[in-house]
T-cell receptor, first 112, second 116 residues
Framework: GDSVTQMEGPVTLSEEAFLTINCTYT??????LFWYVQYPGEGLQLLLKATKADDKGSNKGFEATYRKETTSFHLEKGSVQVSDSAVYFCALHAGGYNKLIFGAGTRLAVHP | GAVVSQHPSRVICKSGTSVKIECRSLDFQATTMFWYRQFPKQSLMLMAT?????????EQGVEKDKFLINHASLTLSTLTVTSAHPEDSSFYIC????????????FGPGTRLTVL
């Protein structure tokens, strides 16, 4: 079945460091891909998305490119801030079935 | 953007009692609502999908008699945990979608259930 695999956390970085969180997926067909962020004590918020191969989603300085050849959707940010500390979830949505499949989540901690 | 609320945000109950959690879409009509369960430091596990006016579809392994879902209107879905036990303690999150072309789900802030 469809699945999402994320790098294990926690990821600990200093402010202004470069961030990469790896995400790979397995799916039949051509899924849409998402990154969600969960701040402490809050629900999930959509961070960015891409709906077809080679699309790049971006928001708040974060980017991820839909790579069909490597079945990946890695999240990147050039310079992280303390306020980016949160748990990040990669997810896919397989067309024709209104269901999101989530990865296990990666906790990011950014220190001043 | 679309806002989804949950009530209560936290609830503590005694073992054997039932607890109802509400999920509301505040500024849009939700054709579909989803209920997830999140264990500490783990991902979200989809429990069930509900469409307004019809019975919920439960994921494999989720007891439908224990987790009662009602989606009586386009803005409200409820999850009732019946005869709760300590192992039901968890973070329950709902989401709602209009079922648009990208099927974006809007998530509620979650409800922390603690069963003593």
């Amino acid at each position: 079945g469809d699945s999402v695999t994320q790098m294990e956390g926690p990821v600990t970085l200093s402010e202004e460091a470069f961030l990469t969180i790896n995400c790979t997926y397995t799916a039949t067909g051509y899924p849409s891909l998402f990154w969600y962020v969960q701040y402490p004590g809050e629900g999930l918020q959509l961070l960015l998305k891409a709906t077809k191969a080679d699309d790049k989603g971006s928001n708040k300085g974060f980017e991820a490119t839909y790579r069909k050849e490597t079945t990946s959707f890695h999240l990147e940010k050039g310079s992280v801030q303390v306020s980016d500390s949160a748990v990040y979830f990669c997810a896919l949505h397989a067309g024709g079935y209104n269901k999101l499949i989530f990865g296990a989540g990666t906790r990011l901690a950014v220190h001043p | 953007g679309a806002v989804v609320s949950q009530h209560p945000s936290r609830v503590i109950c005694k073992s054997g009692t039932s607890v109802k959690i509400e999920c509301r879409s505040l500024d849009f009509q939700a054709t579909t609502m989803f209920w997830y369960r999140q264990f500490p430091k783990q991902s979200l596990m989809l429990m069930a999908t509900s469409n307004e006016g019809s019975k919920a579809t439960y994921e494999q392994g989720v007891e439908k008699d224990k987790f009662l879902i009602n989606h009586a209107s386009l803005t409200l879905s409820t999850l009732t945990v019946t005869s709760a036990h300590p192992e039901d303690s968890s973070f329950y999150i709902c989401s709602a979608t209009t079922g648009g072309p990208y099927n974006e789900q809007f998530f509620g802030p979650g409800t922390r259930l603690t069963v003593l």
